[in-house]
């Protein structure tokens, strides 16, 4: 099945700090993949549209500056949190469909990175 | 535009009994619609889904859910819960295209006691 890998599994840094995540699709190509957020005990929340080669959607209120995304190839998207603060603590999580396949297959999610900013 | 509400935040079933999450959907075009699990500190794993096809539709792990658009609901159901099934589960709707969005329900967190 679609494999969805999503690296770190989980980073702990310090306030101020720059942090990258990687979603990789292993076995098939993603025009378009899927960033999340996901509070405690709450629902995910899409952050963004990542589109391979072209820039990124944004959902309204999520700050573009804050939450840079590049999608540079068909199997590879990255979300960089740029100067973290504490209330960026969360778990976020990718998603990417499968390209080559009708519209009606489902997301394949990563495993998600859990980010804790002290 | 789509949304889908999950009622019911918290489930808890006996081992061996009847499980029912219940999802109501709204949607502007003829939806897709999905069940994902959710376990503790992972990503979501997909249990079934809806693509217009066949109503009642079987997913991994015994469960299925069946359409009734007259209700515009999704619910899903497992004739026997096991220990194994406690978790988050979420129910979302999309439209058609690669690049369409999944919106989400709130959750329901399903507790299988002994």
């Known amino acids: 099945g679609a494999v969805v890998s999503q690296h770190p599994s989980r980073v702990i840094c310090k306030s101020g700090t720059s942090v990258k995540i990687e979603c990789r699709s292993l076995?098939?190509?993603?025009?378009?993949m899927f960033w999340y957020r996901q509070f405690p005990k709450q629902s995910l929340m899409l952050m963004a549209t990542s589109n391979e080669g072209s820039k990124a959607t944004y959902e309204q209120g999520v700050e573009k500056d804050k939450f840079l995304i590049n999608h540079a190839s068909l199997t590879l998207s990255t979300l960089t949190v740029t100067s973290a603060h504490p209330e960026d603590s969360s778990f976020y999580i990718c998603s990417a469909r499968d390209s080559g396949t009708t519209s009606n297959q489902p997301q394949h999610f990563g495993d998600g990175t859990r980010l804790s900013i002290l | 535009a789509q949304s889908v509400t999950q009622l019911g935040s918290h489930v808890s079933v006996s081992e061996g009994a009847l499980v029912l999450l219940r999802c109501n959907y709204s949607s502007s075009v003829p939806p897709y619609l999905f069940w994902y699990v959710q376990y503790p500190n992972q990503g979501l794993q997909l249990l079934l889904k809806?693509?217009?096809?066949?109503?009642l539709v079987k997913g991994i792990n015994g469960f299925e859910a069946e359409f009734k658009k007259s209700e515009t609901s999704f619910h899903l159901t497992k004739p026997s819960a096991h220990m194994s099934d406690a978790a988050e589960y979420f129910c979302a709707v999309s439209g058609a295209g690669t690049a369409s969005k999944l919106t989400f329900g709130t959750g329901t967190r399903l507790q299988v006691t002994l």
């Open positions: 076995d098939f190509q993603a025009t378009t």
């Open positions: 809806y693509t217009s096809a066949a109503t």
